[in-house]
C-alpha cells in the first residue's frame, strides 16, 4: 500500500514509520521543516512537504491510505491554537487524503475524549460513552471535535476509523521526559495516592492496531486500544520512574478536588503572566491522569483482530534499547507535532 502518515518524527510516527516499510508498504510522511524530512528519510520514509496549520493548498501523491498521527498536545494554554492544529488541521488533511484517492484514513483519537467536566471516575467504558466537544480542557475539546470530523467523512471509498489510545507511553513519551524533573525539584505528587485503576497503551501496541485498521473494522466508528495488563495510576509511576533509576517512594498526595483547585488557580496564574511555559499543575493535567479511567478494547480485538502483543515487560525494554549508547534509537519528541 501506499501510506503517508502524519506525526512521523513524533513519539507514535517514529515507531510507525519503520514498522509500516518493513511490512513492504511504500511510506509516505508529511514534513514542514528540512530537520523533518531528514529524520522521516532516517525512518524509511519519503517526505511530503506540507503543514496543516498552513492555509496554502496541501497536494499529497495518489495514495491508498493515510494514518493521521499528527496533534498538538499540551495540559495548558490558550484554546485557539489547539483547534486550529488539531481540528482545522484534520478537516484540511482529510479533504487532501480524500482528493489524493485514499480509501482509508485512521485517525489517532484520544480515549480521553470521553472525560466529562466533573472529575467522574470512569470503569471500563465502551465506545458508546459519549464525549465533550466543549470540555474545558483545549486539547480534549479539540480531538473530540476532530474525532467528529473524521468519523462523519466515513463514505463509500473512503473508509474512516478513529483509533481511541489512553496514556501513551514509551521511549520519548511526555511521563519519561517530565517525571525527572518533577521528582528531582520535589513538585511531583500523587492525587488520592494514585490507588485507582489507569488504562495505559504502549506506542507499539498503537501501531499494531494501526497496522489492523488499515485493512479491517468498520468505517465511520471509534475503537479504543489498551494494554493487555491493567494496573494502578501509582503502578504506572513507579514503572516509568524505574526505568530511569528513580523512585516514586512515599511521596506525598493531594485530593482530587484540591489538585483541581490548584490547577486551575496556576492556570489563571499563567494566563495573567502570559507564561509560554507549561505550569507545574492545571486543571487538564489534574482531569486527565487524577481519576480512575479506564476502557474495554473488545470491539478493537474482535473487529479489527486487535491483540497487544507488547507486554508490560516488553514496554520496559523498549526504553532500555532506545537508550542503549550506539543503538540509533535516540527518541526525538515534541509536544507540538503538527507535522
Sequence with gaps: MKILVTGGSGLLGSRLLPALATAGHQ?????????SRERVRELGAQP???????????????????????????????????FHANVDGTARLLAAAE??????????????????ESGSPIRHAEESAPTFPQHFSAYLASKAQAEQIVLAANKPGFRTIALRP??????????????????????????????YAFSTCHVDNVVEAVQCA????EGGRAFFITDRQTQTF???????????????????????????ASGRLM????????KNSAPPLSRSMVR????????????ARRELGYVGKTSRDDGVRSYEVAHSPGTGNEQRSNSRNAN
Design 99 to 116: 482528493q489524493a484517492g485514499a480509501a482509508s484514513f485512521v485517525h489517532i483519537s484520544a480515549a480521553g475524549v470521553i472525560m466529562d
Design 234 to 260: 501509582r503502578e504506572f509511576i513507579a514503572l516509568i520512574a524505574g526505568v530511569q533509576g528513580l523512585s516514586v517512594g512515599e511521596r506525598r498526595s493531594m485530593p482530587y478536588w484540591l489538585a483541581s
Design 288 to 299: 486527565m491522569i487524577g481519576r480512575e479511567f479506564s476502557v474495554s478494547d473488545a470491539a
Design 166 to 195: 489512553p496514556a501513551l507511553w514509551g521511549p520519548g513519551d511526555p511521563f519519561s521526559r517530565e517525571l525527572p524533573r518533577a521528582i528531582k525539584s520535589g513538585q511531583f505528587a500523587f492525587i488520592d495516592r494514585g490507588d
Design 214 to 217: 488499515l485493512t479491517r473494522g
Design 267 to 274: 492556570d489563571a496564574v499563567w494566563a495573567i503572566l502570559r
Design 27 to 35: 511510506v509516505f510522511a508529511l514534513a514542514r521543516s528540512a530537520s
Design 48 to 82: 511530503v512537504e506540507g503543514d496543516l496549520e498552513n492555509s496554502a493548498p496541501l497536494v499529497l501523491p495518489a495514495l491508498d491510505a493515510v494514518v493521521h498521527a499528527a496533534a498538538m498536545f499540551r495540559f495548558s494554554g490558550p484554546r485557539a491554537p489547539f
